[in-house]
């Protein structure tokens, strides 16, 4: 394994990790936060990804949010992007559980406090299969950024729970931020919120900016914090 020292201050270090997944050649990485003291591990955040074509450089926002807040991130590039092989049979979940195996196995993660962040398509992906994510990890809490899952099917999410979503999302946020949450707490005693994003689009991207929308940003920072 080999460590590098990045000039960004929020990154003490970064490692490439390359591993298997379904029947494909997948590559990631795991990034480190700088810490004033001597940690031996971190709680991590594991990036499930959306189903657009992006690299795990499309997620450089959370990135920079959980590792402002203290945790490691994982984050990989899906099948046929970055440098991930391209294979054609295989499932994406299974690539997904192959991922998250792979991150907890990480020698300073401290594996009882990881959180999934899951955006848009990686929110039903997880909605379907929280049962193999649990099996291997049951998650301290669940991000569902620009989420997808109502309030029946967010019932799956059996943890700590925050809810992201734009005010322009075509989705309404009444239904799929609001209500979800009223259920989840209905439901479960772990505790679930939201934050909707003024202006932001579907991906939290606010339009005055061009950026990842400042609140979202202090939501997710602070929620992690609080955890």
């Known amino acids: 394994m080999t460590y590098q020292l990045l000039e960004a201050a929020r990154v003490e270090q970064t490692e490439e990790v390359v591993f298997a997944g379904d029947g494909v050649r997948l590559?990631?990485?795991?990034?480190?936060?700088?810490?004033?003291t001597k940690r031996k591990n971190f709680p991590l955040l594991f990036i499930l990804h959306h189903a657009g074509s992006d690299d795990r450089s499309g997620?450089?926002?959370?990135?920079?949010?959980a590792l402002d807040a203290g945790y490691a991130v994982f984050r990989w590039d899906k099948r046929g992007t970055g440098r991930s092989g391209a294979g054609g049979r295989g499932l994406t979940t299974n690539d997904a559980i192959c991922a998250y195996q792979v991150a907890l196995d990480q020698a300073q993660v401290d594996r009882r406090h990881v959180v999934i962040l899951a955006q848009d398509a990686g929110a039903a992906l997880l909605?379907?299969?929280?049962?193999?994510?649990?099996?291997?990890?049951?998650?301290?809490?669940?991000?569902?950024?620009?989420?997808?899952?109502?309030?029946?099917?967010?019932?799956?999410?059996?943890?700590?729970?925050?809810?992201?979503?734009?005010?322009?999302?075509?989705?309404?946020?009444?239904?799929?931020a609001k209500r979800v949450c009223e259920a989840h707490d209905r439901a479960?005693?772990?505790?679930?919120?939201?934050?909707?994003?003024?202006?932001?689009?579907?991906?939290?991207?606010?339009?005055?900016?061009n950026r990842f929308h400042y609140g979202a940003n202090n939501s997710l920072r602070d929620w992690l914090h609080s955890i």
């Open 27 to 36: 590559s990631g990485q795991i990034d480190y936060p700088f810490s004033s």
């Open 59 to 65: 997620y450089q926002h959370f990135t920079d949010t």
């Open 127 to 176: 909605g379907s299969s929280f049962g193999l994510f649990a099996r291997e990890q049951h998650p301290y809490g669940v991000v569902l950024a620009t989420n997808t899952l109502d309030e029946t099917t967010a019932m799956a999410i059996d943890s700590r729970l925050l809810v992201l979503m734009g005010q322009h999302d075509w989705n309404p946020w009444q239904k799929y």
């Open 188 to 209: 479960y005693d772990h505790g679930a919120c939201y934050y909707v994003a003024p202006y932001a689009d579907r991906m939290l991207i606010d339009p005055r900016s």
